[in-house]
């Protein structure tokens, strides 16, 4: 065990718990259910794995635990927070800013800024220092191997060069918890790989919780646990050994 992983809130080690999830969406005249009552938690240095098909519900799970999407019932506590979603708008966006990192399929890069100044802006928001941000952010990209790329743009970067952008922009305030939507579905075999090996690294030498939803069986190999969510209802749940050393094979 590190010394991150000692440092446990108000939950012990888990970093997430939610009970009950329902969310709706409007269909027409009715409604359909996207999660169907949802109990669900994840613990601090554990890669938590979801799976399922395209829309079974993960990307709307991933936004009801990160109090980006409001549930119609249910509860999620979160590090020393009881019942995020009875906190004020304000305080979930402040939550969000100081624990939690995002990595999302589509990098979300902005297309205007280099790749030192993604990270740092983040930082500032944050409220580093100037030149903290650049030391931290520097570090950060450093990290994911991009030293050499620091004042290119997304358009002159490739695809995973702009997706461990986007990593090092989450990890760079050493977030809590780290919820990475289909992280690797824009990338190639090896891409890929260098992506779910640093979220790895994140759960294991960070101490994050990361909570990583894929429809790529491929993944499962770096998990500590593994839970399949079908329809809106989680219907297996399964720790396992990760092997940090795993090959995702090429597509090719
Ligand atoms: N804002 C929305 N309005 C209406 N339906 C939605 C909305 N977001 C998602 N859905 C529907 O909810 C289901 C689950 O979506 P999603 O959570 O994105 O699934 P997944 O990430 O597993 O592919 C899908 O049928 C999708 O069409
Ligand atoms: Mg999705």
């Known amino acids: 065990m590190n010394a991150h992983t000692k440092v ?11 009970k009950g999830l329902v969310k709706r969406f409007k269909s027409g005249r009715g409604f359909v259910e996207v999660l ?21 519900g993960k990307s709307t799970l991933i936004a009801a635990l990160s ?22 708008p304000g305080r979930i966006d402040k939550f969000r800013l100081d624990h939690c990192g995002f990595i999302f399929q589509g990098f979300n890069l902005f297309p205007a800024l280099t790749a030192l100044q993604q990270v740092e802006t983040v930082l500032k928001y944050q409220g580093l220092s100037k030149d903290r941000a650049r030391k931290r ?8 191997g991009l030293g050499p790329r620091l004042h290119q743009k997304p358009s002159s970067l490739s695809g995973g060069e702009k997706q461990r952008v986007a990593i090092a922009r989450a990890l760079a305030k050493d977030p809590k918890i780290l919820f990475a939507d ?13 992506v779910i090996r640093l979220l790895r690294r994140a759960a294991s030498d960070h101490g994050a ?29 399964e720790r396992r050994v990760p092997d940090p050393n795993a090959v995702l094979a090429s597509h090719h």
């Open 137 to 144: 952010a520097t570090l950060a990209l450093e990290e994911v």
């Open 182 to 194: 289909e992280p690797t579905s824009a990338l190639d075999g090896e891409n890929g790989q260098v």
């Open 8 to 18: 446990h809130g108000a939950h012990g080690d888990f970093a997430v718990e939610a």
């Open 209 to 237: 919780a990361v909570i990583c939803v894929t429809h790529d069986p491929r993944l499962e190999a770096w998990a500590d646990r593994v839970i399949h969510i079908e329809d809106g209802v989680i219907v297996s749940d």
């Open 67 to 88: 109090g980006l999407l409001r549930p119609e019932k249910g509860q999620v506590d979160a590090l020393d927070v009881d019942n995020l979603w009875k906190l004020s």
């Open 36 to 56: 169907k009552g949802v109990d669900f938690d994840a613990r601090h240095g554990d890669l938590t794995m979801v799976m399922g098909p395209s829309g079974s």
